[in-house]
């Protein structure tokens, strides 16, 4: 038989007092829900902002700039020449990327309780939501101009965005939070 040993890693009294106090920090941000970002258009063009993604439903026949396409849901439907296959799905690698560098950017060092936690992945979301923001207007179909006028990021506060709409969300993350857990890692290198 072939045994090996590896010893844990032990940690001083101080070091175990401060890691408890991040944990519950961590925990009392998780009890509170999720915190939500997002992009909207408002204005006008929000009438007719996820037309150009989905397809119009009440279109039956070619149109002088439309092409058959695809919308998420997997329908076949009429979409606009300018983004035959839509203008915001197409970019989600680069909105998980986004949030994931927003997410490993966050500086835990000095954030111990849940609210200066949520604080902090708040302004993440908010940063993320702006430069999603700004991918989505370079992608979407130009017509007048107003669609991307209108296009910015929401608040994260914003009632709306805890509406339960699994059909507009992005597909299912990729991702497990690859930027907060650098942070936590970076953070027990600090504390140890």
């Known amino acids: 038989m072939f045994t090996i040993n590896v010893p844990l890693p032990s940690f001083d009294g101080e070091t175990v007092k401060a890691l408890k106090k991040i944990l519950v920090g961590?925990?009392?941000a998780s009890e509170e829900g999720p915190i939500r970002g997002g992009v909207v258009s408002e204005g006008?063009?929000?009438?007719?902002a996820l037309v150009w993604e989905w397809g119009n439903a009440r279109q039956t026949q070619k149109g002088p700039k439309t092409v058959r396409g695809e919308n998420p849901d997997g329908e076949s439907v009429w979409l606009t020449i300018q983004a035959p296959m839509g203008y915001i799905r197409i970019n989600e690698a680069e909105y998980i990327r986004i949030i994931e560098d927003q997410l490993g950017a966050m500086d835990l060092g000095n954030l111990e309780t849940g609210q200066d936690i949520r604080k902090a992945m708040k302004?993440?979301?908010?940063?993320?939501a702006n430069l999603i923001?700004?991918?989505i207007k370079q992608f979407a179909?130009?017509?007048s101009g107003a669609l991307r006028d209108s296009i910015g990021a929401a608040d994260p506060d914003d009632p709306d965005l805890a509406m339960d709409e699994p059909e507009m969300e992005l597909g299912e993350p990729r991702f497990v939070h690859k930027g907060l857990q650098k942070a936590l890692r970076e953070l027990t290198k600090r504390i140890k």
Do not use: K, M, T, W
Request: hydrophobic share 50%; glycine share 4%; aromatic share 4%.
């Open 141 to 143: 179909p130009i017509d």
């Open 123 to 128: 302004a993440a979301s908010g940063r993320a």
């Open 133 to 135: 923001a700004e991918v």
């Open 26 to 28: 961590v925990q009392e």
């Open 44 to 48: 006008d063009a929000a009438a007719y």
